[in-house]
């Protein structure tokens, strides 16, 4: 099976303390998921693991194994492939952790608002999840 291209963007919202996160999925046709959540004391950083998690769960749950992530977060690509120091977010990076065994994916920087379509698209979402009001 040939790699599947995930690009994951996430997003943080001080005035409302919460995130957003979204991820697209290119193979055959496009899957897009996008979502909000509470953070209490977050940062954007939270929010940017929080698009990768969930990209790894949803492909893993849908038994997509061999990924290409593209993130425009250096933190994230950092913890997760290039071994810097996790001297914050260390439970939801192990979470992380958890959630990439047993797949192979290749972790790879894009730089952000620079005209990539996908990378722009999830950055459209994850900020528009992470102005969503709850009623």
Known sequence: MSKILVYADGAYSSARNQGGWAFVVVKDEIKIHSAFFPITGGTNNV??????????????????????????SMYVIGAISLGNKRNKNKELLAELDKAVEGMNITWSHVKGHEGNKYNELCDVLAVEASHFKED
Do not use: F, N
Request: aromatic fraction near 8%; glycine fraction near 4%.
């Open 47 to 72: 929010a940017e693991i929080m698009a990768a998690l969930e990209a790894c769960l949803w492909c893993k749950s849908v038994g997509y194994t061999e990924i290409t992530m593209l993130c425009d």
